[in-house]
């Protein structure tokens, strides 16, 4: 469902049935295990075993005898200086690309086996084993940050990789009313349907030629290059289909470069593709956060003022996922019109899988944060969810607007989403319903879940590269610097293409993932996809017109002023003379016989980022006497600017919220006390299914930026965002008449059941614990230097 409306005229803002997918229903299109290379090699990774720990030695005779083994090859032999992968922290944190001398986590590689077939690879890296002399393995992100802690990476002194100190004070506990709250947004699998996996050859022209599974390929491109310490003009990186990326799949990682190197010094194809439970295991995990929350706020529930400090875990080698937590600060304010503002980061390394990037990265732990406090000040003044927000947004009449942690909102519309949410929810009826079944004491709990967000997307703005080409036989080619992994980018670019020229959509095909063919490209995260390479495209098909104009003019002899585009016929021609009209076809084999291309192209530059918002609410059934929750129902109005096509912005909303319900409900990945991973497989780790999910309700409210010509803002991760903290608000408040106040995530059935039962014995904690000690000890250290401050934008 959408208030959307078709633009009259035009093909932008209608449903348009998706072009890219007959592909992919009837596997014609290739994923990185169909490319079947020639004479391949398979590279299969032997991985540690043991979470931190001094590497003796590493046996490898026995899986080098194997036959079908080419080779085992280990750190020593691979002979690859430790670098850094996507974003950068520190030198000292460097990761070599097979473990050298030390392991930090379980399922780091230590070796790799180059086989004849897949199997006998599996089967040799059995064989290898690894003399390591364990050391003290930390599991725990704040046992990491205490002054005893031993540093996982001595040079660097301690095990915080990233801390923040805000130069902002603000002490809610002068305030008429002060909420407080320990909150866990626990660490999560990004779990692709693809797992990671890549392939590499030596192209004809002697180039490492790498297949990647990869959301951005010309900054893979770029890293790789880093890294093996070779020209970018040696290296071609193509990217085929990718079965989902949802963050996870961003930059540089240690097996493509073993596997680029080993390509080249064994002169044949090298193909990695690994199992479920490796990916489980080496794929960046992330979110994994504690928060402690302040919230001043008057007699009327009005917010004062907040502060905040977070623990956050990096894992074993601090990347993109140690810059995260600045993503969260400034999205710290939400929707709300909060005066002062106080926000401190301290970010630890553990002897866990590294951190990166998941849907939302970021700004699904702000909203997270600040809709707990929310709902949790409306349960202790007594105010309803919906009137405490009301009472605090953000008026329309303030925007373009400036936060107090220093981003610029674009345009927002806070409270009609609310109200659309309120009204499709039918939500004085379903609070009635919630009160019938607690007057009757029924055991079937009813739980309605609000949450209200914003985010940024395309971080800070930025630069896309879009272009046009029109074919003799009619048809188009677009190319961008986005990668489209199941976004929709053909279809949506083609639209805006169509637009201009009349050329059918399902005539329209793009390019992407291949640095050769695309110069340059950002890549695809932070759901800049639209908004960015959208407007390139835009662009260049402007530019391209202008030089149809220009061709067709000279071809029928007219003054340029008079070429017009007929779009319904899709022809070129002289106004008011449509027997003389061309079609692109003719006009691009006329242009093509005098050495001339029917082509444009364009590089946009937005200023800024964008800021989509909504409200969510959940619906859903407590069993008092399991602490099972059912999701009932739930309702998402999400506001991304114009909507260019509905169908995909519903597709996104709906995968959005599974993500987001799947949070909530059910994912956590866990480690024992030794740092071995309890979660590493598809039967441990409770990833979201259909069959845990009630049909969405989804709506699309629109109001357009002013950033970009299509006044497109993005839509890929909003719906996580908002659905997390409305499902587990739902179920907090399901519980709340029993004094319940707070569930950290997952709402497990266990953890449910276990909250009713101190409720009913008069046992609950208090949601507030003291934050550690390691925020006073940073702030006196920065009394007399400058603080050390995490990138608050990142490209996810």
């Known amino acids: 469902m959408t208030d959307a409306a078709a633009r009259p005229g035009s093909i932008l803002g209608t449903r348009v049935t998706r072009t890219e997918d007959p592909s992919l ?3 014609a299109a290739q994923y990185v295990d169909d490319l079947g290379l020639t004479n391949p090699l398979h590279a299969v990774f032997a991985r540690s075993d043991v979470a931190h720990g001094t590497i003796n030695s590493i046996g490898i005779a026995e899986a080098t005898a194997l036959p079908g ?7 020593a032999d691979l002979g690859i200086a430790p670098h850094h992968g996507f ?72 095990n915080q990789a990233i801390r923040t100190v805000g130069s902002d004070r603000s002490d809610p506990s002068g305030a008429e009313h002060v909420v407080r709250g320990r909150y866990i947004n626990q660490r999560v699998a990004v779990v692709p349907i693809e797992p990671d996996r890549a392939a590499a050859k030596m192209d004809d022209r002697g180039r490492i030629k790498l297949y990647a599974s990869t959301q951005m390929p010309h900054a893979l491109h770029d890293q ?64 994994g956060q504690i928060q402690y929350a302040e919230l001043g706020c008057d007699a009327d529930g009005r917010f004062t003022n907040l502060r905040v400090r977070i623990v956050n875990d990096a894992g074993a080698y601090p990347n993109i996922g140690a810059h995260l937590p600045g993503l969260s600060r400034n999205m710290a304010q ?42 949790q000040a409306a349960l202790e003044l007594g105010i309803d969810p919906l009137e405490i927000r009301r009472r605090n947004f953000l008026g329309e009449d303030v925007f373009p607007f400036k936060t107090i942690a220093g981003p610029t ?166 106004a008011g003379v449509p027997a003389q009209a061309i079609t692109w076809g003719d006009l691009a084999g006329r242009a093509a016989a005098e050495g001339e291309q029917l082509n444009g192209e364009l590089d946009f530059v937005q200023e800024s980022g964008t800021f989509p918002f909504g409200t969510h609410i959940a619906v859903v059934e407590v069993d008092s006497g399991t602490g099972k929750v059912t999701l009932l129902r739930h309702i998402a109005v999400d506001d991304c600017g114009t909507v260019l096509n509905p169908l995909i912005v519903e597709g996104q909303q709906h995968g959005g919220i599974a993500a987001g319900v799947g949070q909530a409900l059910f994912e956590e990945v866990l480690f024992d006390g030794d740092g071995n991973p309890v979660t590493s497989n598809l039967a441990e780790y409770a990833i979201v299914s259909a069959a845990e999910l009630p049909s969405f309700e989804v709506v699309s409210t629109e109001t357009p930026t002013p950033l970009n010509p299509l006044g497109a803002k993005g839509i890929g991760e909003a719906a996580t965002i908002g659905a997390t903290p409305a499902v587990q608000n739902a179920v907090i408040d399901a519980v709340a008449h029993l004094g319940v106040r707070h569930i950290d995530l997952p709402c497990t059935p266990e953890r449910v059941w276990t909250t009713i039962e101190h409720a009913r014995s008069g046992t609950l904690p208090d949601p507030w614990i003291e934050p550690p000690d390691i925020f006073a000890r940073n702030r006196a250290e920065v009394d007399a230097e400058q603080p050390e401050t995490a990138p608050d934008d990142v490209a996810i």
């Open 69 to 75: 083994v080419v080779a085992v090859v280990t750190a």
């Open 224 to 287: 790789l290059a880093g890294a093996l310490g070779i020209a970018k003009d040696e290296i071609h990186v193509v990217t085929p289909q990718v079965g989902g990326g949802f963050g996870g799949k961003a930059g540089l990682m240690a097996e493509h470069v073993v596997i680029s190197a080993l390509t080249k010094r064994f002169a044949r194809p090298v193909v990695w593709v690994p199992p479920r439970s490796d990916d489980m295991k080496s794929l960046l995990h992330s979110r």
């Open 409 to 574: 909102y674009d345009t927002g519309r806070y409270a009609v989403a609310l109200e659309r949410a309120a009204e499709v929810a039918d939500y004085h009826s379903l609070r009635a319903e919630q009160a019938e079944r607690r007057a009757r004491g029924d055991e079937m709990l009813l739980g309605i879940g609000v949450a209200s967000y914003v985010e940024v997307t395309s971080g800070r703005g930025g630069t896309e590269f879009g272009a046009v080409e029109v074919h003799d036989d009619g048809s188009a080619t677009m190319f961008a610097g986005t990668l489209s992994h199941g976004q929709g980018h053909q279809t949506a670019y083609a639209m805006l293409v169509s637009d201009q020229t009349g050329i059918p959509v399902d005539r329209i095909t793009l390019v992407d993932g291949d640095t050769d063919r695309v110069r340059t490209g950002g890549g695809t995260g932070g759901s800049r996809s639209l908004q960015l390479a959208g407007s390139a495209v835009h662009g260049a098909t402007e530019v391209m017109v202008d030089k149809a104009k220009q061709l067709a003019a000279r071809f029928l002899e007219a003054d340029v002023a008079d070429i017009v585009v007929d779009r319904a016929s899709g022809t070129i021609g002289v």
């Open 25 to 27: 229903l009837t596997g």
């Open 334 to 375: 939400g929707t709300y019109a909060i005066p002062e503002l106080e926000f401190d980061i301290a970010v630890a390394v553990t002897n866990t899988t590294p951190m990166g990037a998941y849907r939302g990265a970021g700004r699904p732990e702000a909203t997270a944060l600040i809709e707990r406090l929310t709902d």
């Open 87 to 158: 974003a950068p922290v520190h030198d000292d944190f460097k990761r070599p690309p097979l473990a050298d001398g030390t392991v930090r986590f379980v399922g780091e590689p230590i070796a790799v086996v180059l086989a004849e077939t897949a199997a006998i690879g599996e089967d040799a890296a059995q064989l290898i084993w690894a003399d390591i002399d364990p050391l003290p393995a930390i599991i725990d992100m704040e046992a990491a940050l205490t002054a005893a802690a031993r540093p996982i990476f001595p040079a660097h002194g301690d």
